[in-house]
């Protein structure tokens, strides 16, 4: 596709330098700091998720990036153009900026048809008839909505909304598509499908993308990176893959995903094969990888509870062995999930349902080493 | 060569200069005297004179006047004169004359000049106007059927278009026997406390009557009055209306006219004529300086104070003023003011300067 | 981009357009409170310009008054507590029982704000009168002595503004019981407590806060109430504030300097408690006002539905039907009684009336400052709502103060700040439409803004936004997402404005011109100087115009949706 608008950002960039950053954003609401000091880089084509709890900043960060929002200090720089740099007192307006955004509530104008609604953006940029009926048609077929030009648009349902504010969002081509939680207000399976349909749409189309979501499941699937967020600041940038197995520390690693910490004081001397030895307070030892992290005289290990496995005999030559008793046993569908005595504290497991075991049971618990992971050395929060 | 031709030009452009001098002094000068000389030739129009360009007065094309009768009377008033002058368009403001006055200061005094003719019905503020200046010095053609004592001094600011005179009206359903007034000072009978009305401090008329009776009566009698806790009304109608209905049991200042109206209707209501007289003022009619239309308002007035206009002053009942002409006929009642034992001020320029006094004492007796 | 396209966006430009409405407004509130402020410490000549003496003496001058000032205060809280109690139990009736007919009531209860006080003065006075009174006189046939009532009282003033003004306390009352959860209610009476105790310790506190503030916003709109005291209180020597000020200026010498300071004294007084009010409303710790649309559950009244109905049939009569047909029976006689025979019958009042070129002129100039007032106030006062409530432009929140202004102004203080301000005005617009068009829409300005705002604050920002984020300038923003969303605001402030204006007589009253006559100080007019009959025609006349042009305009907003499309 040819980026052939007239937005102020013209990407001159190539492909791997940076298309949007943002550098020390600070974002302030009267006595709130939402946003306290705030710095990444989008590359172009490639969707980052700002994921984090309810408060974290990450929509301020999203509606800042827009220009909705006024930052306090900062800089933000789109294709190379400045578009806010407290500095240097630039502050380009929203609507100039050349961007786009799906919203949280789609935000259909009630009193247009679904054409009207998708064509917007192109009668603000003054294309001729001609060119705005063959491109919303273009961009309803991608959504799947092609039958439903003519609709009034009051009369759709949440689904079908959000594929008309996606249409709309996309059908002016530009060069980069800001989301807001656009799939929370949908239940769970329309929610699933449509994950799959943004992210196919997104490569296609091949936009850069900025996506806000609080789902953990949504920002795993769809995001080529993913910057984790907590009370304005980035807790870690990194890709799906590495933020699920690598977590920086706890807060991360129970965020994304649900994971049983375990400290202990480090003992050197019973390192092996790359792997170091963590001795918890009850004296067992706990093996586990340091993925390059520097580990002082304490560590904790993050162990994600899918990955402990319990069984009724003990597994051969197993480096995490332990024995355990069933605690409860909660039955989850897909999933059993299992607390177990071990230590003086629980632990959780997660694993499927064949032969399960029952409350009172003694059993075997192991664990991968390479799945001990350690985190990083506690940050104290400003 | 260039300040040759400069001195040429200058001395030519000088001779001229001075020549168009001359001629617009002139030109001022004859249209000064004009203005000094007063009014045109008189001419007759309909069947009275008048001192005004009628032609002009039409594309004035418009009158304003400021007045203090009921809506329903000035609009009679009005309408006459517009169906003897149709191209004429008639405006008018009504407020009681204290109130008239107010307005008509403070927009004078913010250079707005939108009233022509303005009417009071007492002399106070018309002579505290001719001092200011703010009436129009025009004389006008009917006036010789005006003796000069019903007319402003010098004459020239205004003239009596009319008089209205009061004594006391009760309603017969409410006031019986013994308690039937029949001097001034019935009035002041307790019987009646909370049960008399009068008009307020704006009344030109009321002025009058607390100026006569207390020249009269004495300091003390409205001091006495002040005890009946009296009502205080707009306009004779208003009192009136309330005689008849019977919410008030006397009305302390009842005017001929309104009496007679009222009566009519078949309202259960008596006038009564104080032996001492009925207290009486006129109502004077004048041209305002700067008037927006001067020669619509030369032409009003001249009607106004013609027979033809002092008919309707005397005619039309809700008017029912009686005519101070010389050779004016009865009212619509047959009556002539000669009938009525009228007491006017004697002295015209103590009244006005008791005017002050009156607005104080009869706020104060009215609760204000 | 062209120089002319960038001149012409800069000029339409958010901060430009903001700048010039936000302006207007100012001046147009601003200017004559300065004047009124100024002729109240004029203690020199009153008709000096500019005053050369400043001085507080003027203030003293009302303590020679404490009658009036006492009247004012004894008025305002009778018709508060009448006022809110209307309010209260209508607002409980219709929103949170099951009585029948709730939706047609909820409608209905518009009509006594289109009655207004004066209609409401006029019709009581013909039936309340001591003497001549309707209802006084039929007592007196049954035997009854002397009479039933005195509507020439503190009371019944009261009691007529409070029947007017029991509709505002409902709509201010009703819309917090709306908003209320049920979910708070129904937890109550989970565990176990009854209906009453829920109302008593759950309900009644909830609402508590709001009907405070409903009831400081009555409390300072009584205190400047004019139309019931001027009919009802002038004949029988009672004076509050604005009647004794208005009275003040009707002689002469006039007294500006007593009655300015007298306007600014209950000026200064609204304004406090408007203030206060602001502070209760916007500070709302019980958060029952949560943001979404509830339905609260209705209680279940069994037998008793049919008195409620009852109740409220019996204040929708009182306060809105029983003054229209009184003072329709009394137009229609001769002179005015209770028990009329076959000759009092008669129409020529309103030929009278009709005939006479000051109400027809008047009545003109009315429904066309109507129109005036409201398609140009809608127009401004919409700009000016998008500017508080919408707009980043620094210095709102001194717009959104400046705009809500006037509600502490008696409309009559307003003008007589006004008359002395526009005076003076180097343009001739004194006593011409102009000046009344002016002065409506400055008196207006909280009323429209307030319409206008509840309806935008209900649009949800996300849809600018995403015109925003589409590309769209603030002006194509404005046109074509937020004004055709904006419409059901629209037309409701339009007719509000309309019918306001058309009503409208503190200001009116003292401001106009010979050829600037409006209908409703006509009415009042025509109370002080002709008959009752013709008066109460003349009222009649007013209400069907009135009527009429609604229900014209409500035709034509209606085909106009039609073909405008959904």
Same mark, same amino acid.
């Given at each position: 596709?040819?980026?052939?608008? &007239? ?86 307006? &929203? ?11 789609? &935000? ?10 998708? !064509? ?28 439903? !030009? ?14 008309? !504010? ?147 005999? &003990? ?61 990083? !050395? ?5 | ?108 005094? %913010? ?43 010098? %004459?020239?600011?205004?003239?009596? %278009? ?153 005619? %039309? ?52 | ?380 006062? #919409? ?105 059901? #605001? ?73 073909? #405008?499309?959904?």
């Amino acid at each position: 596709m040819v980026h052939d608008n &007239a937005s102020v950002t013209n990407p001159t960039t190539s492909l791997g330098d940076a298309h949007i950053e943002v550098k020390d954003l600070v974002v302030q609401y009267g006595q709130v700091t939402a946003v306290r000091g705030v710095s990444f880089a989008v590359r172009l084509g490639e969707q980052l998720t700002l994921l984090g709890p309810s408060g974290c900043g990450k929509t301020t960060t999203l509606r800042a990036i827009a220009g909705l929002e006024p930052p306090t200090s900062g800089e933000i720089v789109i294709g190379g153009v400045p578009v806010f740099s407290s500095a240097k007192r630039i502050n380009v307006s &929203a609507e100039r900026r050349g961007l786009s955004m799906v919203f949280q509530s789609y &935000a259909i104008w009630p009193h247009m048809t679904v054409f009207d609604n998708v !064509a917007y953006g192109l009668r603000v940029r003054r294309l001729g008839a001609r060119d705005i009926a063959d491109k919303v048609r273009w961009a309803l077929e991608m959504v799947q909505m092609g039958d439903f !030009a003519q609709r009034s648009a009051s009369k759709l349902s949440g689904g079908q909304q959000q594929r008309v !504010a996606l249409a709309r969002a996309f059908v002016f081509s530009p060069s980069v598509l800001l989301f807001d939680e656009p799939l929370s207000n949908l239940d769970a399976k329309l929610r699933a499908e449509m994950r799959i349909e943004l992210r196919e749409l997104q490569h296609r189309v091949g936009i850069t993308s900025v996506y806000v979501t609080h789902d953990l499941e949504e920002a795993l699937a769809i995001s080529d990176r993913i910057v984790v967020m907590r009370d304005g600041v980035i807790e870690q940038v990194g890709t799906p893959f590495e933020i699920y197995n690598f977590p920086r520390d706890a807060f991360v690693a129970d965020f994304v995903g649900s994971a049983n910490l375990i400290r202990g004081r480090h003992r050197p001397e019973c390192g092996r094969d790359g792997l170091i030895a963590l001795e918890t307070p009850g004296g067992t030892l706990v093996y586990g990888t340091t993925h390059g992290r520097p580990v002082g005289a304490d560590g904790v290990f993050s162990v994600r509870t899918i990955h402990l496995g319990l069984s009724r005999e &003990a597994p051969a030559a197993q480096a995490n062995l332990w024995s355990v008793r069933i605690r409860r046993r909660v039955f989850q569908g897909d999933l059993t999930q299992y607390h177990v005595d071990w230590e003086d504290r629980q632990l959780v497991v997660r694993c499927t349902a064949t032969d399960p075991l029952d409350e009172g049971e003694q059993a075997y618990l192991t664990v991968d080493p390479h799945r001990c992971v350690l985190l990083e !050395a506690e940050r104290t929060t400003a | 060569m260039l300040t040759a031709v400069k001195r040429r030009m200058t001395q030519s452009s000088l001779s001229r200069i001075g020549a168009v001098l001359t001629v617009t002094l002139a030109v001022l000068a004859l249209w000064a005297l004009g203005a000094q000389a007063g009014a045109r030739a008189p001419v007759k129009v309909l069947d009275f004179m008048t001192g005004a360009d009628v032609a002009k007065a039409e594309q004035e094309g418009e009158v304003v006047y400021y007045g203090h009768d009921s809506e329903a009377g000035i609009s009679t008033l009005l309408d006459a004169f517009k169906k003897d002058f149709p191209k004429i368009k008639t405006g008018y403001v009504r407020l009681q004359t204290g109130a008239l006055y107010a307005k008509l200061t403070s927009e004078r005094s %913010a250079n707005r000049f939108l009233a022509d003719v303005v009417q009071f019905s007492e002399v106070s503020p018309a002579i505290d106007l001719q001092k200011k200046g703010g009436y129009e010095q025009y004389v006008s053609p009917e006036a010789a059927a005006y003796k000069p004592e019903y007319q402003s001094t010098p %004459a020239g600011s205004f003239t009596w %278009a009319g008089v209205t005179f009061a004594g006391i009206s009760y309603n017969k359903g409410r006031v019986k026997g013994e308690q039937i007034p029949k001097v001034w000072q019935d009035i002041l009978n307790p019987a009646f406390k909370d049960a008399i009305s009068v008009k307020f401090s704006s009344s030109g008329s009321q002025h009058v009557n607390w100026y006569m009776l207390r020249k009269l009566y004495g300091d003390g009698f409205w001091k006495e009055f002040a005890k009946q806790k009296p009502r205080g009304f707009d306009s004779r109608a208003q009192l009136f209306d309330r005689l008849s209905k019977g919410d008030d049991a006397v009305c302390g200042m009842a005017e001929y006219a309104g009496y007679v109206l009222v009566k009519e209707k078949g309202a259960d209501i008596e006038l009564v004529a104080p032996p001492d007289g009925l207290t009486a003022t006129p109502i004077v009619l004048g041209i305002l300086t700067k008037a927006p239309h001067p020669e619509a308002a030369k032409l009003f007035i001249d009607w106004a104070l013609s027979a033809r206009g002092q008919a309707v002053y005397q005619g %039309a009942k809700i008017l029912l003023y009686g005519s101070v002409r010389a050779d004016a006929p009865p009212m619509a009642t047959g009556k002539r003011l000669s009938d009525f034992k009228l007491l006017f001020p004697s002295d015209w320029s103590d009244f006005v300067e008791s005017h002050g006094m009156f607005v104080k004492e009869w706020n104060a007796i009215m609760g204000l | 981009m062209t120089r002319f396209r960038w001149f012409w966006s800069l000029l339409v430009g958010q901060r430009v357009v903001s700048l010039l409405v936000g302006g207007l407004a100012a001046v147009l509130v601003l200017y004559p409170i300065f004047y009124l402020i100024q002729a109240a410490l004029n203690v020199g000549d009153p008709q000096a310009r500019p005053p050369q003496e400043y001085g507080l003496a003027n203030f003293g001058g009302l303590f020679q008054y404490p009658t009036i000032l006492w009247n004012t205060v004894v008025v305002a809280v009778l018709a508060t507590l009448l006022a809110v109690t209307f309010g209260f139990v209508m607002a409980w009736i219709l929103s949170r029982t099951d009585v029948p007919g709730r939706a047609v009531f909820e409608q209905l209860m518009a009509m006594p704000y289109y009655v207004t006080p004066l209609m409401g003065a006029l019709a009581w006075s013909f039936l309340g009168a001591p003497r001549s009174g309707f209802i006084n006189q039929i007592w007196r046939a049954f035997g009854g002595a002397e009479y039933l009532i005195d509507i020439n009282t503190s009371y019944g003033i009261a009691w007529v503004m409070a029947l007017f003004e029991g509709s505002v306390a409902f709509v201010m009352i009703g819309a917090v019981m709306k908003s209320m959860d049920p979910s708070l209610e129904e937890a109550s009476q989970v565990l176990g407590a009854g209906k009453v105790r829920t109302m008593l310790r759950v309900t009644l506190p909830l609402v508590i806060p709001g009907v405070l503030g409903a009831t400081i916003f009555v409390f300072a709109e009584m205190l400047g109430s004019f139309s019931a005291a001027l009919v009802l209180g002038l004949p029988a020597r009672f004076y509050v504030i604005t009647t004794a000020m208005y009275q003040m200026l009707a002689q002469y010498p006039p007294r500006f300097p007593l009655a300015a300071a007298m306007g600014v004294s209950l000026f200064a007084v609204m304004f406090a408690m408007l203030f206060l009010y602001r502070r209760i409303v916007t500070a709302g710790s019980y958060a029952t006002i949560t943001g979404k649309a509830f339905r609260p559950r209705p209680m279940h009244v069994g037998k008793l539905r049919w008195i409620l109905f009852g109740i409220c049939a019996v204040y929708l009569f009182v306060a809105a039907i029983l003054p229209i047909l009184t003072v329709a029976f009394a137009s229609l006689q001769k002179l005015a009684v209770g028990r009329p025979t076959w000759q009092s019958w008669t129409l020529d009042n309103y030929v009278t009336a009709l005939s006479l070129d000051a109400v027809r002129s008047a009545l003109w100039n009315s429904l066309l400052l109507g129109l005036g007032t409201a398609t140009i106030g809608v127009l401004f006062m #919409g700009l000016l709502s998008w500017i508080i409530y919408r707009s980043r432009i620094p210095g709102r929140g001194v717009i959104e103060y400046i705009v809500m202004f006037p509600q502490a102004v008696p409309r009559l203080v307003f003008a007589f700040g006004m008359l002395w301000a526009w005076l003076s005005f180097p343009f001739s617009i004194y006593g011409t439409l102009w000046l009344l068009l002016i002065a409506y829409l400055t008196v207006f300005l909280p009323l429209g803004v307030r319409t206008i705002s509840s309806v935008l604050l209900q649009i949800d920002k996300s849809l600018e936004e995403s015109a925003q984020m589409c590309g769209a300038s603030w002006g194509y923003r404005l046109r074509s997402v937020t004004l055709p969303l904006l419409r059901p #605001g629209v037309i409701a402030a339009w007719l509000l404005l309309f019918v306001a204006s058309v009503r409208e007589l503190g200001a009116s009253i003292l401001l106009t011109g010979p050829n600037a006559k409006a209908i409703t100080p006509a009415i009042v007019e025509a109370w002080f100087s002709i008959s009752t009959e013709l008066t109460a025609a003349m009222a009649l006349i007013q209400t069907l115009a009135v009527a009429v042009a609604l229900a014209l305009l409500f035709t034509f907003a209606r085909r106009a949706s039609q073909y #405008g499309g959904e």
